[in-house]
């Protein structure tokens, strides 16, 4: 078993005074709809690239984001959305390569409509405090490039996973490309994640185990964060995350395989 980053309703409600609970949806539902006590908004528009590719913010943007919403270097942080997890786990994995400390990050269990079944929620709006946030140990080692991801091809030792719907999978991939779309491990009744167990197995019918080296992509890279984030709580610890999506590899008139 990996690390704690799934965490409960429950464990966030018990933890709430030693944690910062970051809300990345849109300002008018967290204002207008309702959102967790205490809880910051960073929408996740805020920290895309400003080109607009979805990729990585920069750097300096990143930070002055982080300070505006008053979170502290060696702060906990717990983030949500109410789509499954799927662009707050974008937003931890960012946090991750610009230098929080990873052990720190987790992501809701659900989201925002499965913690408002049981939990009290709130459109009180608290003033925050700017921190002083200092980007350290920036580590973009988890990021692979067009190079890598055409050497993993002809490598039987990686497995590149594609975290696409089936459509769009058979429409066109990277050639020898295994498709797991992210949500076949969402629970759709509690709206978090399945047990670990049949997780595992998931992975596992794919020939996926927590000694197999990763490589990801997608055409989105929140949903390449949340399995990698997947991955993490099983174990696994060779992961490597293709930035340049489905789109970029294309651009490069890199081999693409179909089955139409």
Same mark, same amino acid.
């Given at each position: 078993?990996?690390?704690?980053?799934?965490?409960?309703?429950?464990?966030?409600?018990?933890?709430?005074?030693?944690?910062?609970?970051?809300?990345?949806?849109?300002?008018?539902?967290?204002?207008?709809?309702?959102?967790?006590?205490?809880?910051?908004?960073?929408?996740? *528009?805020?920290?895309?690239?400003? !080109? =607009?590719?979805?990729?990585?913010?920069?750097?300096?943007? #990143?930070?002055?984001? @982080?300070? +505006?919403?008053?979170?502290?270097?060696?702060?906990?942080?717990?983030?949500?959305?109410?789509?499954?997890?799927?662009?707050?786990?974008?937003?931890?994995?960012?946090?991750?390569?610009?230098?929080?400390?990873?052990?720190?990050?987790?992501?809701?269990?659900?989201?925002?409509?499965?913690?408002?079944?049981?939990?009290?929620?709130?459109?009180?709006?608290?003033?925050?405090?700017?921190?002083?946030?200092?980007?350290?140990?920036?580590?973009?080692?988890?990021?692979?490039?067009?190079?890598?991801?055409?050497?993993?091809?002809?490598?039987?030792?990686?497995?590149?996973?594609?975290?696409? *719907?089936?459509?769009?999978?058979? !429409? =066109?991939?990277?050639?020898?490309?295994?498709?797991?779309? #992210?949500?076949?491990? @969402?629970? +759709?009744?509690?709206?978090?994640?399945?047990?670990?167990?049949?997780?595992?197995?998931?992975?596992?019918?794919?020939?996926?185990?927590?000694?197999?080296?990763?490589?990801?992509?997608?055409?989105?890279?929140?949903?390449?964060?949340?399995?990698?984030?997947?991955?993490?709580?099983?174990?696994?610890?060779?992961?490597?995350?293709?930035?340049?999506?489905?789109?970029?590899?294309?651009?490069?008139?890199?081999?693409?395989?179909?089955?139409?």
């Amino acid at each position: 078993m990996g690390e704690q980053i799934f965490v409960s309703p429950e464990w966030v409600a018990s933890n709430q005074d030693s944690v910062q609970i970051v809300d990345v949806r849109d300002t008018w539902e967290f204002e207008g709809i309702g959102h967790i006590p205490n809880a910051v908004n960073v929408p996740f *528009d805020s920290f895309r690239d400003s !080109a =607009g590719k979805g990729m990585l913010p920069d750097p300096a943007e #990143w930070q002055s984001l @982080i300070r +505006e919403a008053g979170i502290d270097q060696d702060t906990a942080i717990v983030a949500y959305d109410d789509m499954h997890g799927v662009f707050a786990a974008r937003f931890l994995v960012t946090a991750e390569i610009l230098g929080h400390s990873r052990s720190q990050l987790h992501l809701l269990n659900g989201d925002y409509s499965r913690w408002n079944i049981h939990h009290q929620t709130t459109t009180a709006v608290s003033n925050t405090q700017e921190s002083s946030y200092q980007l350290s140990n920036q580590d973009s080692s988890l990021i692979v490039d067009h190079e890598t991801v055409a050497n993993a091809i002809d490598d039987p030792s990686v497995t590149i996973l594609d975290t696409r *719907d089936d459509e769009e999978y058979v !429409a =066109g991939h990277i050639p020898g490309a295994v498709n797991i779309d #992210w949500r076949v491990v @969402i629970d +759709e009744k509690t709206r978090g994640i399945k047990h670990t167990s049949d997780i595992r197995s998931i992975f596992a019918d794919h020939g996926i185990s927590s000694d197999t080296e990763v490589v990801l992509y997608c055409n989105t890279a929140r949903r390449i964060s949340h399995t990698y984030l997947i991955l993490r709580e099983l174990g696994f610890t060779h992961l490597g995350f293709y930035e340049g999506s489905l789109t970029d590899w294309k651009e490069r008139n890199a081999p693409i395989e179909t089955e139409i």
